[in-house]
């Protein structure tokens, strides 16, 4: 059983490109947490989504940022127009219903 | 909702003393509790966790938690601790009603040698 995919693992982008950042969930999950670290800072809650639906955003940005977990395929973390303040590592995380989340390796964005 | 603070960012110390990194947690609801330690370029992996039952609950290398209602705590604690114990450790909580994670900003345990 293969762990939580994330690709790609290092992404630049210049700024006012866009990022997506892609995840796919340990088999059999159906819960999906996005979670960003910036340097020397812990880790700060994004979006929670399940199939299709997103649970709580409370913690994304009110622009420019957007996720999805569709029916069919990964979970995608959208960033349009990206700003250097977006660098940052973004782990995605997958659970079963109610149960420990499982991490993936990390996206790791720069913006030049 | 819940949060959780960790109030030491870095804790150094030397190889073969014990340690405690400390959590403390806020919620209206009853907690899960959960430590991860992430290793440098690493994504975070699971230390341990309580859910319910016994307050002490360990790890498979050595540390322990314990969960301490009355003070809304969850330190975590090594009486001998390696140097590959280096690495950066996350307290996080959810309610037990829900799913979300939320995590503590982090402390960096560094050993000594």
């Known amino acids: 059983n293969a762990g939580v995919m994330q690709n790609p693992r290092h992404l630049v982008r210049r700024r006012g490109q866009e990022a997506r950042l892609r995840c796919s969930p340990m088999k059999g999950h159906s819960h999906v947490y996005w979670y960003r670290q910036l340097p020397e800072e812990g880790l700060k809650f994004m979006v929670y989504l399940q199939k299709e639906n997103i649970i709580d955003e409370s913690g994304m940005p009110k622009e420019r940022f957007s996720a999805e977990f569709p029916k069919e395929g990964p979970s995608i973390l959208r960033i349009q127009q990206v700003v250097r303040g977006d660098s940052a590592a973004y782990f995605c995380?997958?659970?079963?219903?109610?149960?420990?989340?499982?991490f993936g390796q990390g996206t790791r964005l720069t913006v030049v | 909702a819940q949060s959780v603070t960790q109030l030491d960012s870095q804790v150094p110390v030397f190889e073969e003393a014990p340690v405690e990194l400390r959590c403390n947690y806020s919620s209206s609801v009853s907690v899960y509790l959960f430590w991860y330690v992430q290793y440098p370029n690493q994504g975070l992996q699971l230390l341990l966790k309580?859910?319910?039952?016994?307050?002490l609950v360990e790890s498979i290398n050595g540390f322990e938690a314990e969960f301490n209602k009355s003070q809304t705590s969850f330190h975590l604690r090594k009486p001998s601790v390696h140097i590959s114990d280096t690495a950066e450790y996350f307290c996080a909580v959810s309610g037990t009603g829900a799913n979300n994670l939320f995590f503590g900003t982090g402390t960096r345990l560094t050993v000594i040698p």
């Open positions: 309580y859910l319910s039952g016994s307050t």
């Open positions: 995380a997958s659970s079963e219903e109610r149960t420990e989340a499982f």
